[in-house]
Each structure stands twice: as C-alpha cells, then as structure tokens.
C-alpha cells in the first residue's frame, strides 16, 4: 500500500521514513513548501491509501490539508503528527477526519505500530482523548441519535443494534428495547465491530460520526 508522508521539514520527512523502512509500505515523501491553508488546500497531493501529515502549522492550514486530502481520496486514512495535541486540537483533527494522533516524541515508538492499524481501518487515538470525543459527540444539542449510512452488509438485527449503540445505550439496555438475550447483544456487537473493522464501541461511534460528518 502507498504511503505518502508530508512535511515541511526535511529532517521531520526524514525522521518519517527512517522509522518506516523496512515496513514493507510503498512510501512517498513529500515536503511540503508552504504552511499556508490557501497553499495546502490546492496543492497537488499523491495517490495513497495512508497519509501521514506532519501538523506543524496552524490549525486552520492543517484542516485546509486534511480537506484536500480527503476531498480527493475520499478514502484515504489519515494519521497526523504533531508537537502537541491538546484536548481542543485532538477534536478538531477527529472532526476533520484524522484516523490516528501522535505526538513527535511518539513517532519512534509507536509510528509502525499505528500505522498498519490505521491503515486497516482502525483509529490510533490516545483513549482518554477518543473516550472524550465521544461524549461530546453523543452529548451535544442534536446529536444524541447519530445518523449513518449502514452497509448493505449488516442485517436488519445489527443495524438496530448499531442503532442502539449509536444511542450510548448499554448491552443491557439495547436487550431491553429489541427483547433480545444481552448475550445475542453482544454477538452482534462483536460482529459490529469485526465488519467495521474496529476494536471498541468508541472506536465504531467516532467511524460512524466521521461518515456522517462526510456526508453533510
């Protein structure tokens, strides 16, 4: 799989395949020559399945470059990297479409271990962060009920209990509103988690969230 790494310092690039190779991933780096949103939102980006962006710029110009990214590979998973990620910044990089966070000082350690998980699907995001998000996604005015387009793949009971999880409500209580065995709930949440190919409720709340957010 293509792997295209952004960044505009040479050595942070370097840093970035350094750490990647031997991975086995196709990897493409690009340095980035502006830090400008105007900039990064029309430059011309490579084909990849993976992106790893280096956020060392402001706010505004890492979203225009998320933007541009996804806009043209809708598809594309998204891990970002940058000095800091306080709790404000992680949500905005979530809300935009970032799959994985991590920090400079975590690239050495945890780079080739996010990676291929976000590259399959899943999110590396720290869980106090993730768990955070969530809350705020279910909590928020109008959006206790997350709407998403369900894959033709799912059958009609795991679509109502992916409704009923997209809802916050417990195994217990999903058994109780589909008058199910809480065990037959937690199958059909394994198998939830399985198709979507994520490890935890969260994980599948904020993939679904991100689609619907793709959608609007």
């Known amino acids: 799989m293509p792997v295209c790494l952004l960044s505009p310092h040479p050595l942070v690039l370097g840093e970035f395949e350094r750490v990647l190779s031997g991975s086995g991933y196709k990897l493409i780096p690009r340095l980035l020559e502006s830090s400008l949103g105007p900039d990064l939102r029309r ?4 084909r990849a399945g993976v992106f790893v962006v280096d956020a060392h710029v402001a706010r505004a110009a890492a979203g225009a470059l998320l933007s541009n990214i996804l806009e043209h590979y809708p598809g594309a998973r998204i891990l970002v990297v940058a000095e ?10 979530l809300r935009l479409g970032a799959k994985g966070l991590l920090t400079y000082a975590e690239v050495r350690d945890h780079l080739n271990r996010a990676l291929p ?15 955070g998000f969530v809350d705020s996604v279910l909590g928020g005015p109008g959006n206790r009920r997350v709407q998403v387009e369900v894959s033709s793949e799912l059958s009609r009971r795991e679509q109502e209990v992916l409704s009923g999880l997209l809802e916050n ?5 999903i058994a109780g509103k589909l008058n199910i065995s809480e065990r037959t709930v937690k199958f059909h949440v394994s198998n939830l988690l399985s ?3 994520v490890r935890r409720r969260a994980d599948l709340i904020l993939l679904c969230f991100q689609q619907r957010s793709a959608a609007s």
């Open 117 to 131: 998980l976000v590259a399959g699907g899943g999110f590396w995001v720290p869980r106090s962060v993730l768990s």
């Open 43 to 46: 430059m011309s980006v490579p």
């Open 195 to 197: 198709k979507f190919g």
């Open 84 to 93: 800091k990620l306080d709790v404000a910044e992680s949500y905005a990089l």
């Open 169 to 173: 409500l417990a195994n217990k209580e």
